[in-house]
């Protein structure tokens, strides 16, 4: 079956819906939102827990209510949902696109559209990804799948959990799994600082008991059908674990929360450029790949912290689609943004001269007394110092005006 669209947007998570809200005030009439799951709202349905929407609805929301928020927003500007279908393909040529479906009720579809929109959000790094040694038994899960399992539908993955990674979702889980009644028995990170938000270390492990073990891995995995136990060492150089000083956990389950990676596997397809840190692609300032017509926003371009800046991301690349679609974006001169000492990316990776800006960036590590600075070839842009900043929070720096005269921007810590 052929269909036609003015933009295709492939996501049906926060990206996806604000995007196509911020389409539909734009102008724009035939969108056409697509999503795998039965239902749209992504990663949100399971997310349970409160303290969404505090920055873009000013009131504390859990995740269903975050995403129900915007599926009115969108039920409200009639936008059409194509849910329990996958893209496969995506055909770009020219400025002519087309996006091939595998739907489970309607077949093999191609979409003919003018642009499409990247809003497929991250996935999370498995046992493969970080090669742990020893058996493989049952009882190995990412934590997001286990809180699917839990939230969604109802099924407990064990009794005994250990946690490898602090990232955000582990650290939730560990509460999630204690409120459960399930013993949670350490939370072990390999680096020298926690990968998860403060105050998800206060309220998830502190309160409830949990130990945190820092510079340390799992260096096995043992068990026959079922995992029965690990062995945990402490880690020299960040690197090597020193099994000399090893001690062992029993457990029935392990949680892997070791890091998310944008789900690109389509952009790779597609021919898209990405960025070796992030995984994402790469952007110009209009949140546009390096395949014309092809926008990309939330988590499949770079890994948020909070939804919040997800939604007013997608809000502001839904303009800038439509602007294209119509032909209305100016051909300004476009300005490098240079990422420089300590810090691992900065986002985009070109502004426009003489318009506002909001850039983007995390550090490599975790630093104290330092000024965070945007710098031109003449004069800073912006300068403040921080007397913690951790890799963990991502920063967002607004700039108010780019020099037009300017050559490149370059962001970097100093002492």
């Keep these: 079956m052929n269909l036609k669209y003015d933009i295709v947007i492939i996501g049906a998570g926060p990206a996806g819906l604000a995007a196509a809200v911020s389409l539909k005030r734009s102008g724009i009439e035939k969108i056409l939102v697509i999503d795998r799951e039965s239902f749209a709202g992504g990663i949100l349905n399971q997310c349970i827990h409160n303290g969404f929407g505090i920055h873009k609805f000013k009131e504390e929301l859990t995740g269903p209510e975050y995403a129900e928020r915007y599926l009115d927003l969108s039920n409200q500007a009639d936008v059409e949902l194509l849910l329990s279908a996958c893209v496969i393909d995506i055909i770009s040529s020219g400025k002519e696109k087309e996006v091939i479906v595998l739907s489970e009720e309607q077949g093999l579809l191609r979409i003919s559209c003018k642009a499409v929109v990247l809003a497929m959000g991250c996935r999370e790094k498995n046992r493969g990804n970080i090669a742990i040694p020893g058996s493989r038994p049952a009882g190995i899960l990412t934590a997001g799948f286990a809180q699917k399992m839990v939230n969604l539908h109802g099924y407990m993955p064990g009794r005994e959990i250990v946690i490898l990674g602090s990232g955000d979702i582990g650290l939730i889980m560990a509460r999630r799994m ?237 002492s």
């Design 178 to 414: 204690s409120l459960e009644g399930a013993k949670v028995k350490a939370v072990i990170e390999i680096q020298t600082h926690p990968g998860g938000l403060n105050r998800n270390i206060v309220q998830c492990l502190q309160d409830f008991d949990i130990p945190l073990y820092l510079s340390h891995t799992i260096s096995e995995i043992k068990g026959g059908r079922r995992i029965s136990s690990v062995e945990v060492s402490p880690v020299v150089d960040r690197s090597f674990p020193d099994r000399n000083r090893s001690f062992h956990l029993d457990c029935d389950t392990l949680l892997l929360s070791v890091g998310l990676i944008p789900e690109n596997e389509l952009s790779i397809k597609a021919g898209i450029v990405l960025d070796n840190v992030t995984r994402g692609p790469v952007v110009d300032a209009n949140l546009m790949t390096s395949v014309e017509g092809v926008f990309a926003c939330g988590n499949v371009l770079h890994v948020h912290d909070i939804v919040d800046w997800v939604s007013e991301e997608a809000e502001f690349c839904g303009y800038r689609v439509a602007r294209y679609i119509k032909g209305d974006i100016q051909k300004l001169r476009e300005i490098p943004v240079r990422t420089g000492k300590m810090l691992s990316y900065t986002l985009p990776s070109k502004v426009e001269a003489g318009k506002p800006a909001t850039l983007s960036l995390r550090t490599i590590a975790p630093l104290e007394n330092v000024f965070l600075c945007v710098y031109t070839e003449k004069h800073f842009l912006y300068k403040k110092k921080f007397r913690k900043i951790f890799p963990s929070i991502m920063q967002r720096i607004p700039i108010k005006e780019v020099p037009a005269d300017a050559q490149y921007l370059e962001t970097f810590i100093e």
